[in-house]
């Protein structure tokens, strides 16, 4: 615990852009050491300390102690459009909820994580074709098949440990990776159309497997105009993985293709693939499969929505995770915490966690 609080008293001095030696000297320590041991956990808090900490920093007590909290031990990058700073830090408060959630139920009911993380042996200085050559060799070596992304979040769980989380988020989140200590996450907003879903789940991967080499950016713009190298690494990785050249080959050839044939092409295979039609075009352009001159008598409007006015009506898939929901339901069902605290924390009333639980095939703790 002790670590705990030294971390979370470090994450409110940053956040209040405070240095060491303000904060020691608003606690009235002699000297700057005192704190850093408190922050990195070499020194215990004793318990008129705490009560400082929570008046200085503008707290209640129980910010420095509450097991369902992320609180500067959870590193967030966030895939995003146009969301208001402080609504972003509320939602990311919120969401670090559900991680601090199973982090914590997931060790009383006995759940390890995984001994060793997935990385990525690419840097700042690799080429857009090392990263391709990366997605690929991912997509061949875990055996995602014709569909790479119907499997890929299935694999992340499985074969990772990586928790894939599938939530409502504010407007403008279209997904996010967080890195712990000993847990890697990823978010996706669950209401974007399919190819967007697996297409961010894609690009979160590379981020969670390079974050050591590569961290990214706390907020990234999903539509900037310029974009960093970095995420330009990770989106052709991303667009590889989903769209390997093997699962490519399967549709022949596209040099022949024009107009109206070429669009409907495109729209048919990215629907098969559940990729977004534009992702398959620059994908193939990129392969060379597409000429410049075909690339260019595409209308962009043409391939918006795959080829449909609007979004086909889509049922978005369950809320959170199969992993997650069945570390919630043990710890319900062994009595680790009430029924009425972890539907607080989740956001959801407890008339809904019959459906949830359904939803994910798991069996309803004896609560329900």
Request: proline letters at 5%; one cysteine or more.
């Amino acid at each position: 615990m002790t670590t705990t609080i030294g971390t979370r008293i470090k994450a409110l001095r940053e956040q209040r852009k405070l240095s060491q030696d303000e904060l020691s000297r608003a606690f009235g320590f002699k000297d700057r050491q005192t704190l850093s041991a408190i922050e990195t956990g070499e020194r215990k808090v004793a318990a008129d300390e705490l009560l400082r900490a929570a008046e200085i920093l503008g707290v209640r007590m129980d910010y420095f102690t509450d097991p369902f909290l992320l609180a500067g031990d959870g590193q967030f990058s966030w895939r995003q459009t146009g969301v208001d700073g402080d609504k972003l830090r509320g939602y990311e408060e919120a969401a670090g909820r559900f991680i601090a959630a199973f982090r914590t139920l997931g060790r009383q009911v006995g759940h390890k994580p995984p001994l060793i993380r997935p990385t990525l042996s690419l840097t700042r200085q690799s080429s857009y074709d090392d990263a391709i050559a990366a997605g690929e060799r991912f997509a061949a070596e875990f055996g995602l098949g014709d569909v790479p992304a119907r499997r890929l979040a299935e694999i992340m769980a499985e074969k990772l440990g990586i928790l894939v989380l599938m939530v409502d988020p504010i407007e403008g989140v279209s997904g996010a990776a967080c890195q712990l200590p000993e847990l890697d996450v990823v978010l996706i907003n669950r209401n974007e159309v399919a190819g967007r879903r697996h297409f961010d789940l894609a690009h979160e991967l590379f981020h969670i497997m390079t974050w050591k080499e590569m961290p990214p950016e706390h907020i990234e713009e999903a539509m900037p105009v310029k974009r960093s190298r970095v995420e330009q690494l990770a989106d052709n990785f991303a667009s590889a993985l989903l769209m390997p050249s093997a699962v490519l080959d399967r549709f022949g050839d596209w040099a022949q293709l024009t107009e109206a044939a070429l669009t409907d092409r495109l729209n048919e295979v990215a629907d098969e693939l559940l990729v977004t039609s534009q992702a398959l075009r620059w994908r193939l352009f990129g392969m060379g499969r597409l000429s410049r001159e075909q690339n260019m008598a595409i209308s962009d409007d043409t391939l918006r929505n795959n080829g449909r006015n609007k979004p086909g009506k889509q049922t978005p898939p369950p809320l959170f995770s199969k992993p997650f929901v069945r570390i919630v339901a043990t710890a319900l069902d062994e009595g680790k915490t009430s029924m009425r605290r972890i539907a607080s924390i989740l956001g959801l009333a407890i008339d809904d966690f019959g459906e949830l639980f359904a939803a994910h095939g798991v069996e309803a703790p004896y609560e329900l």
